[in-house]
Nanobody
Framework: QVQLVESGGGLVQAGASLRLSCAAS????????MGWFRQAPGKEREFVSA????????YYADSVKGRFTISRDNAKNTVYLQMNSLKPEDTAVYYC??????????????????WGQGTQVTVSS
């Protein structure tokens, strides 16, 4: 199994920045890519960003392109999500997830087999 622990959420004002972290442990060799998803109340879980451990290929939802940056530290088995210019519509619980797939199809929750517990991000207007 792969254990994932997110941190870094909080309450900020619109325009502020936050950095989320996701530390992976356990059978991390089975993880080929890591993704960030978010879920607002009453809404479906939606893709935010993903990154491959090897090569560092990155993927972003259109709604966060240019504002969010995903990165990874392979030595620490940790993935980061730098979120700038936050908007009230970014308010959600943010989850990191691990994918064993190599084909780049990281936009759907079903492509991930391990999930963290989530961290709340609240952006006030």
């Amino acid at each position: 199994q792969v254990q994932l622990v997110e941190s870094g959420g909080g309450l900020v004002q619109a325009g502020a920045s936050l950095r989320l972290s996701c530390a992976a442990s356990g059978r991390t060799f089975s993880s080929y890519a890591m993704g960030w998803f978010r879920q607002a109340p009453g809404k479906e879980r939606e893709f935010v960003s993903a990154i491959k451990w090897s090569g560092g290929n990155t993927y972003y939802a259109d709604s966060v392109k240019g504002r969010f940056t995903i990165s990874r530290d392979n030595a620490k088995n940790t993935v980061y999500l730098q979120m700038n210019s936050l908007k009230p519509e970014d308010t959600a619980v943010y989850y990191c997830a691990s994918s064993p797939h190599t084909d780049g199809s990281y936009y759907y929750p079903g492509r991930y087999n391990y999930w963290g517990q989530g961290t709340q991000v609240t952006v006030s207007s």
